[in-house]
């Protein structure tokens, strides 16, 4: 029924900036919490940052610092901001939205690729 559509990945240089945007189709207020998880060729998915009701957040280790979530609501729309992107960084980005204590919708994923 959820819908979360993402955009925003590429290709960057090590050192710059992309923005991703997770596009819900409905009210993002319904949700607990939203966030971003992702994953590399060969690793388990990870946290990369929540907005959980209000203003709070919740960043990964590895990104804290470089990485900022932000949401529009009359967008129905949520930002990961990343800069000073790293190699590591590279892998599949997934948009998540959380009912209920669980999460049950997911995006489609968007490849960010950071070159040496």
């Known amino acids: 029924q959820v819908q979360l559509v993402e955009s925003g990945g590429g290709l960057v ?3 710059g900036s992309l923005r991703l945007s997770c596009a ?8 607990n919490a939203m966030g971003w998880y992702r994953q590399a060729l060969g690793k388990q998915r990870e946290l990369v940052a929540t907005f959980i ?31 000073s992107l790293k190699p590591e960084d590279t892998g599949v980005y997934y948009c998540s939205a959380t009912e209920r204590g669980r999460i049950v919708y997911w995006g489609q ?8």
């Open 13 to 15: 240089q090590a050192g």
């Open 24 to 31: 819900a189709s409905g009210s993002i207020l319904r949700f």
């Open 53 to 83: 009701g209000g203003d709070t957040t919740n960043y990964g280790d590895s990104v804290k610092g470089r990485f900022t979530i932000s949401r529009d609501n009359a967008k129905n729309t949520v930002y990961l901001q990343m800069n």
């Open 109 to 116: 994923g968007a490849q960010v690729t950071v070159s040496s």
